[in-house]
Nanobody, 122 residues
Framework: QVQLVESGGGLVQAGGSLRLSCAASGRTFGSYTMGWFRQAPGKEREFVAAINWSGYTYYADSLKGRFTISTDNAKSTIALQINSLKPEDTAVYYC????????????????WGQGTQVTVSS
C-alpha cells in the first residue's frame, strides 16, 4: 500500500508560479514511478509528468517547458514546479504511483492522492 498526500495548490494570477508537493509513504513506495495528472471541470484526467526515484523523467509533449517534476528522496516527496501559469492550467492536480516507468494513462497508475486545486485567474 502506498499513501500519497498533495499540497501546494491555490489561487494564482496568470503568469505566476506554483510548486506542488506530494508526500509518499508506505512500505514499497520506492519501487513506483511517481506521476502528476490534472483534471479540469468537465474534462478527462490528463497526464502531466512522471519521475522515478532515480530521477528519470518524462512529460506530456504539450506541457513541456513550463512544468518541471523532481524528487526529494530524503523527504520522500515529489514536486511539480509550474511556471508561467495560464487560466487553462486551472484543474485539480493529482499525484499518482504506478509500477511501470513510461506509462501515461491514468488506468496504469495504482495509487492516487486526494488532489490539490490550482486556480489561475486572468
Amino acid at each position: 500500500q502506498v499513501q500519497l498526500v498533495e499540497s501546494g495548490g491555490g489561487l494564482v494570477q496568470a503568469g505566476g508560479s506554483l510548486r506542488l508537493s506530494c508526500a509518499a509513504s508506505g512500505r514499497t513506495f520506492g519501487s513506483y514511478t511517481m506521476g502528476w495528472f490534472r483534471q479540469a471541470p468537465g474534462k478527462e484526467r490528463e497526464f502531466v509528468a512522471a519521475i522515478n526515484w532515480s530521477g528519470y523523467t518524462y512529460y506530456a509533449d504539450s506541457l513541456k517547458g513550463r512544468f518541471t517534476i523532481s524528487t526529494d528522496n530524503a523527504k520522500s516527496t515529489i514536486a511539480l514546479q509550474i511556471n508561467s501559469l495560464k487560466p487553462e492550467d486551472t484543474a485539480v492536480y493529482y499525484c499518482a504511483a504506478g509500477l511501470i516507468f513510461g506509462r501515461r494513462a491514468p488506468g496504469e497508475y495504482n495509487y492516487w492522492g486526494q488532489g490539490t486545486q490550482v486556480t489561475v485567474s486572468s
